[in-house]
Structures are given as C-alpha cells and as structure tokens.
C-alpha cells in the first residue's frame, strides 16, 4: 500500500520558519518526481514548488520563490519543503504528491499518490 505522510506543519509567527516532510511507504521515492501543493480556506489547491526525480530540475510558483527551498533525501525516501519568511497568506494545508514529471517550467500531473496534508497556519 503505497502511503505519503507530511508532517511538521504547525503555528508560526510572521517571518519564522518551519520544514515540511514527506515520508514515503510502499513505493520507491526517488522514481518519482514530487511535488508540493497548498489549500487555503475558500481557496483551490495550487502547486507551489516541484523537484525531478533525478533532483535535477525543481520549480516554484512565483508566490513562494526565494523564500521556499525544495529538496530530497533518497536514502530517506523523504522529500523536504524549507519555508521561510513565513506570511499570514501563506496559511494552508500543505500537500505533498508524486507528479509525471518536474521541470524548471513546472510540473505534469499524473501517477499521482497524495498525501492527507498538514496545517500551516501563520499568525502573531
């Protein structure tokens, strides 16, 4: 059964940071590129940032770049999200999924396996 698993989403002040985990059960992570995607209330999901499988390629949404950093750990099967400079607007449920393929352009959906997500909310 395959499984992603995001974790270390939490409460931060404006300006802090936290690092978001992607933890995968079942299948081989570094086969996949992976993205990560973002729901905030009242909102549609959006993708924020991407990396190949080959960590090659990574590509982030104009939101999020120069303060959000995209990286993997294949011995880990894990795939990590950096957030920095952290605003109120980047409040959200963050989700982790593998995607087709990650340029610097971007990301094809497909293959996709979802993670259940997890909060980040940013609040003094």
């Known amino acids: 059964q395959v499984q992603l698993v995001e974790s270390g989403g939490g409460l931060v002040q404006p300006g802090g940071s936290l690092r978001l985990s992607c933890v995968a059960s079942g299948l081989a992570l570094d086969s996949y590129a992976v993205g990560w995607f973002r729901q905030a209330p009242g909102k549609e999901r959006d993708g924020i940032s991407c990396?190949?499988?080959?960590?090659?390629?990574?590509w982030y949404a104009m939101s999020v770049k120069g303060r959000f950093t995209i990286a993997r750990d294949n011995a880990k099967n894990t795939v990590y999200l950096q957030l920095n400079k952290l605003r109120p607007e980047d409040t959200a449920v963050y989700y982790c999924?593998?995607?087709?393929?990650?340029?610097?352009?971007?990301?094809?959906?497909?293959?996709?396996?979802w993670g259940q997500g997890t909060q980040v909310t940013v609040s003094p």
């Open positions: 999924a593998t995607v087709a393929s990650c340029s610097e352009y971007g990301y094809l959906h497909g293959n996709d396996y």
């Open positions: 990396i190949s499988s080959s960590q090659g390629a990574t």
